[in-house]
């Protein structure tokens, strides 16, 4: 009896692991959390009184998007997250915590959700996911919506602020604000940016 209980055990967590493993690869991120007061940073980040939509992109386990909802109750915080082990994660934080009505997690490629109506963007992803991002955020986004990125920049928007939070790792927040400004063909001042604070 006792050998089936443990060899239902381990086939499960070989699931879990392959399962994990299987959508690390087809996200190309892995579902690393933001450190505590690096989430403080971001939320701090945000200028917008009352934004009414506050997406995340790639929610991961689902930190970041509590501590959204939780400071801003007005708002509606979605996180999109494509990957289903840290998406039924947060879902599960999210029942600990039935007072936050105003957040929810959707299993959603993120590239595929229309923008317009998000005031603010919260996310920690990749460079590559930062390029790709970018053209998608500048054509959709209203003017004034920000977007608070950890660790990674765009390649060609220039942060209206930037710091970095300390600790174990040195993590920069890149904070931007997008305006009417045509995205530059040639020019990366972010990277350049990115370079003086490194
Ligand atoms: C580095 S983790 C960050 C998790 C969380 N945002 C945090 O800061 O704690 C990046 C997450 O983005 C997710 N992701 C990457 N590309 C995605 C996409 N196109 N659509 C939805 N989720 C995506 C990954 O599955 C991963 O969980």
């Not at 602020?161 to 020019?187: A, D, R």
Request: proline share 7%; hydrophobic share 40%.
């Amino acid at each position: 009896m006792l050998t089936f209980f443990y060899a239902f055990i381990t086939l499960g967590l070989i699931a879990v692991v392959a399962f994990n493993e299987y959508y690390q690869r087809s996200m190309k991120a892995c579902p690393m959390p933001t450190a505590a007061s690096t989430r403080k940073v971001m939320i701090d980040g945000i200028h917008q009184a009352s934004p009414k939509v506050i997406a995340e992109l790639g929610s991961g386990w689902g930190g970041v998007a509590m501590a959204a909802a939780t400071r801003y109750p007005d708002a509606q915080v979605i996180g999109f997250e494509g990957s289903l082990m840290p998406l039924l994660f947060s879902k599960c934080r999210k029942m600990l915590h039935p007072r936050l009505k105003n957040l929810r997690f959707v299993k959603k490629n993120f590239f595929e959700n229309d923008m317009h109506d998000v005031d603010v963007v919260l996310c920690y992803l990749s460079n590559p996911h930062m390029a790709q991002l970018e053209p998608k955020l500048h054509r959709e986004l209203k003017n004034g919506a920000e977007i608070v990125s950890s660790t990674f920049y765009m390649p060609h928007w220039l942060p209206r602020e930037q710091s970095i939070v300390g600790g174990v790792y040195n993590t920069p927040v890149y904070i931007y604000e997008k305006t009417n400004v045509p995205l530059p063909e040639n020019l990366s001042p972010t990277a350049q940016a990115a370079q003086k604070i490194s």
